[in-house]
């Protein structure tokens, strides 16, 4: 496992105001809250085939690729290689059909689940050995209804429930920056506890 700090922080997605506020855009949503965060602006860059901002004093690139999400690697290959950025210095967040709404996994390499943006960015990097942000957005139930899923927006609640994990991220984000990835890794895979059960109200005195 890595412990070195990140240097590039990638967010998937698909462009376009049609996608905006889909599941799959997840990795996107985090990365603007971050640069919101940060006080950093996005720009478009063409050699790096997406929207580019960059936190100087901490030495930190955010990227979110325009090249849609099977073919994100193409942007991060990019990145990587011109600024000379370790697969380990980099953490990728992203969508996960396999945790619920509201939950996070932060781990180092293993598998790629069948995300399709994971699998381009190991095959631009030559290995599956960086960081990843997994932002639950839970499971349709039915394989074949998984490609609509990612492509349509969450139900309220749920929706609420991400944000809610978002929000978690951000909070961790300065313990993720100073590389200190296992206090980040079990704050943010702990399950958060579920709403305390509201009083019921006392009737009125008569």
Excluded at 138 to 152: Q, S, T
Excluded at 161 to 176: G, M, N, S, V, Y
Aim: charged share 20%; hydrophobic share 35%; aromatic share 8%.
């Amino acid at each position: 496992m890595s412990t070195a700090t990140p240097r590039l922080v990638v967010g998937l997605g698909n462009p376009g105001a049609e996608y905006t506020g889909t599941r799959h855009n997840a990795g996107f949503w985090f990365c603007e809250q971050l640069a919101d965060k940060l006080g950093i602006r996005f720009s478009h860059e063409s050699r790096f085939h997406g929207f580019v901002a960059n936190a100087r004093e901490l030495g930190i690139w955010l990227l979110m690729p325009q090249t849609y999400m099977n073919r994100s690697g193409q942007a991060v290959g990019a990145l990587a290689r011109f600024y000379r950025i370790a697969p380990a210095e980099i953490l990728v967040v992203h969508d996960e059909l396999d945790i619920p709404p509201g939950q996070l996994r932060l781990k180092f390499g293993g598998g790629l689940g069948g995300h399709n943006g994971l699998k381009d960015t190991s095959a631009h990097l030559g290995t599956n050995d960086y960081w990843r942000l997994r932002v639950g957005i839970g499971h349709p139930g039915d394989r074949n209804e998984v490609a609509n899923y990612v492509l349509k927006p969450a139900r309220r609640e749920e929706q609420t429930q991400i944000d809610e994990a978002l929000e978690r991220a951000l909070l961790a984000w300065p313990t993720i920056a100073r590389g200190d990835w296992n206090s980040a890794s079990t704050r943010l895979n702990a399950r958060p506890a579920p709403p305390k059960p509201s009083k019921p109200k006392e009737p009125p005195a008569p």
